[in-house]
């Protein structure tokens, strides 16, 4: 039993630890700054939540473990609401979106960054 | 606005929960901390006028949550995918929807629910329409009269 939570917790932590860094990538790849948000939600769902989900998992039946629960209530809760004032905020301040399907074939060319 | 009692003893729990020290100092300042929020939390809303009550059908939101849970996991797998293409699959699009429910509490969770989702930012929120801003066309329209929307309407206290 301490073994399978032991690995169990190994496995999320490893999880989270990609998913922050595919979040990251997404980061530079993509083209511009609402494109760019989406990838950061990866690392605030995926990748916050297998880190809080390995640690408690690591804690066990203590304190810790609530505590990190009000963390990712508080992430959960905090991310969208600052993601939406974010992209609000640049709409307003007129920062067009890049958008249809031409993106997709090819990468955007440096000027346009 | 929750009744003063309930929210004095809740606010003690989350102190407890987070000294997890147990010295009668402690515990004591914290139930005269948790007390002073209640008074003067009770004073603003008087000052704010604005006691709106939120109405929600619990029962619906404990299953909801799970729900949004798995959606989460999908989409983010999926925008994961797109990261990793070479190619970059995207097609970003901007698109304006009407969400069905009325309350605020519930259009609140809809639009912090498209939010959470990754692939899907709800950029401008008023009543009867959403302004979301998705990584691909699919998403994009996939938003109207979603499993989402009839989710959170559900939600609402008829």
Sequence with gaps: ?113 | MVRPPVAVVALFVFWLLLSGMPVPFLVLSGLGCSIAVVLLAGRLNRVADECNPVRLVWAKLASYCPWLVKEIVLAAWDVSKRILNPRLPISPTLVEFCPSQKTDAALTIHANSITLTPGTISVEVEHGRFLVHALTEEGALSLAGSEMNRRCSELEDA
Excluded: N, Q
């Design chain 1, 1 to 113: 039993m301490e073994i399978l939570t032991t690995v169990l917790s190994w496995v999320f932590l490893a999880c989270g630890a990609f998913f922050c860094l595919l979040g990251g990538i997404g980061l530079i790849r993509m083209p511009d700054f609402y494109t760019r948000m989406h990838a950061a939600s990866v690392t605030e769902t995926l990748g916050a939540g297998s880190l809080l989900l390995g640690l408690m998992l690591h804690a066990g039946f203590s304190l810790v473990t609530v505590k990190l629960a009000m963390i990712g209530v508080l992430i959960f809760l905090a991310s969208p609401t600052a993601s939406h004032a974010l992209a609000k905020a640049a709409l307003l301040s007129g920062l067009r979106p890049l958008l249809g399907k031409e993106l997709s074939s090819r990468e955007v060319p440096p000027s346009k960054r």
